[in-house]
């Protein structure tokens, strides 16, 4: 079992920036890829980013490549996720998720793990 805490969501103004943390425990050792999704009222769950845990391969949205990094750090078993320039569009329930196995890393039922989420805000 891999257990996953985020932090750092919060409101922000338009073109501000935010960094988000994903704590792991447990087994993190168990992890092959970790990434974020998002999701607002009445839809579905969003591919943000992603990155695997041993080479640190990454991918984005198409929407928020160039603005948001994705970085992990193994020794210490956290994930971020740098996001710039942020905008009202980008209000949403952030979620850190972790797959034992590498796949789509877009696809949300390809993650077998999930962080309880945390709201970011972004005002015009």
């Known amino acids: 079992q891999v257990q996953l805490v985020e932090s750092g969501g919060g409101s922000v103004q338009a073109g501000g920036s935010l960094r988000l943390s994903c704590a792991a425990s447990?087994?993190?050792?168990?992890?092959?890829?970790m990434g974020w999704f998002r999701q607002t009222p009445g839809k579905e769950r969003e591919f943000v980013a992603a990155?695997?845990?041993?080479?640190?391969?990454?991918v984005y949205l198409d929407s928020v490549q160039g603005r948001f990094t994705i970085s992990r750090d193994n020794a210490r078993n956290l994930m971020y996720l740098q996001m710039n320039s942020l905008k009202p569009e980008d209000t949403a329930i952030y979620y850190c998720?972790?797959?034992?196995?590498?796949?789509?890393?877009?696809?949300?039922?390809?993650?077998?793990?999930w962080g309880q989420g945390t709201q970011v805000t972004v005002s015009s």
């Open positions: 998720a972790a797959a034992r196995f590498s796949g789509s890393s877009a696809a949300a039922k390809g993650y077998d793990y």
């Open positions: 447990g087994r993190p050792f168990s992890i092959s890829i």
């Open positions: 990155i695997t845990w041993s080479a640190g391969s990454t």
